[in-house]
């Protein structure tokens, strides 16, 4: 019911700076909780953050303070801001909604830091 579509990945290098983007195809910013999560090889995919309808914001203590979560009702859009990017921040980065009791995702955004 709900198509989630990431863009915004890419290769860049250790301490650089990624925006990813996250388009909903319905109205639902305004009422759902949206998060980021991320799985690199071999590793069991992980919540990065969240922001729920009211703008409450939750984060993974490996990205506080580094990554930042936002989002456009307007736009039916969510965000994620990476900053001070690290090796081990790369991965497939995925958006996800909770919506009629279901978890919806998107393709996943590759985000690759190297030197």
């Known amino acids: 019911q709900v198509q989630l579509v990431e863009s915004g990945g890419g290769l860049v290098q250790p301490g650089e700076s990624l925006r990813l983007s996250c388009t909903a195809s319905?109205?639902?910013?305004?009422?759902?909780?949206m998060a980021w999560y991320r799985q690199a090889p071999g590793k069991q995919r992980e919540l990065v953050a969240e922001?729920?309808?009211?703008?409450?914001?939750n984060y993974s203590d490996s990205v506080k303070g580094r990554f930042t979560i936002s989002r456009s009702i307007a736009k039916n859009a969510v965000y994620l801001t990476m900053n001070s990017l690290r090796p081990d921040d790369t991965a497939v980065y995925y958006c996800?909604?909770?919506?009629?009791?279901?978890?919806?995702w998107g393709q996943g955004t590759q985000v690759t830091v190297s030197s």
């Open positions: 996800n909604v909770d919506y009629n009791r279901r978890n919806f």
């Open positions: 319905v109205n639902i910013l305004n009422t759902n909780t």
């Open positions: 922001i729920t309808p009211g703008d409450s914001t």
